[in-house]
């Protein structure tokens, strides 16, 4: 019990700070997180909900169907929390600029880990299991934040439409793909083997946080380089 408590605060914290940090380095607008968490808890329940009612009513999923396909609620809440994701920066692509994108990503992936810790965590875990959980929150979060900047320069950036629908389709299919294989590996092997499966991504995440943001990072550092020359 001691455990999970410490990974329900820990889940709390990691949101709290990445709340805190964007507002502060970005200076957008608060309801933007709000919009993130709204956006993110409305798509991710409406998902599970038609996952639900297609497995039980369409392909007839029971206790006895293999665990993949019990899972199925996992994979749609994945493809309509990308969905929702897309439409909403194609709207925050055409009026803000990428500190405003971050902050609603920091707000999307936020919320998700307090969803997860009110509702997702087992009562019972050990502390290794603990430990694994919260390594799995902050690589999940650094998830979304990659997907966000990427699908916000998709949308920003001047690309032929072929290009751009292409770039969205593979975001949505790659949410659903990593989705499939975290959640399984969890479920089948264990929570330590899904780190290991989002380990190997998660350089590859940073990597596209770090290129996504460069001229936000580029346009900050040039008044202070300024500031600088002029200062005797």
Known sequence: MVAFWLVVAFYFLVAIAAFVAATRTFHAPRYLLVIGGLVIIVSSGTGAFIGYQLGGHVFHIGKQSHVTLRLLPFYTAALLEEAARVVTLYWISRRRGIG?????????????????????????????????????????????????????????????????????????????????????????????????????????????????????????????????????
Not at 133 to 153: D, G, K, P, Q
Not at 194 to 222: L, Q
Request: proline share 4%.
């Open 100 to 232: 405003d994108a971050v902050t609603f990503g920091v707000g999307f992936a936020g919320f998700e880990s307090i969803k997860k810790a009110l509702f997702d965590l087992p009562l019972s875990m050990s502390l290794a299991r603990a430990a694994f959980s919260a390594v799995l929150c902050v690589e999940i979060f650094i998830f979304h934040i990659a997907l966000t900047v990427l699908l916000y320069r998709v949308w920003r950036d001047d690309h032929p439409s072929s290009f751009t629908a292409g770039l969205i389709g593979a975001a949505m299919i790659y949410h659903v793909l990593i989705d499939f294989c975290g959640v399984n590996v969890a479920v089948l092997f264990g929570t330590g083997y899904a780190v290991i499966v989002w380990s190997v991504v998660t350089p590859i995440h940073i990597a596209a946080i770090w290129w996504g943001t460069r001229a936000f990072r580029m346009h900050t550092a040039a008044p202070s380089a300024a500031q600088e020359a002029l200062t005797p």
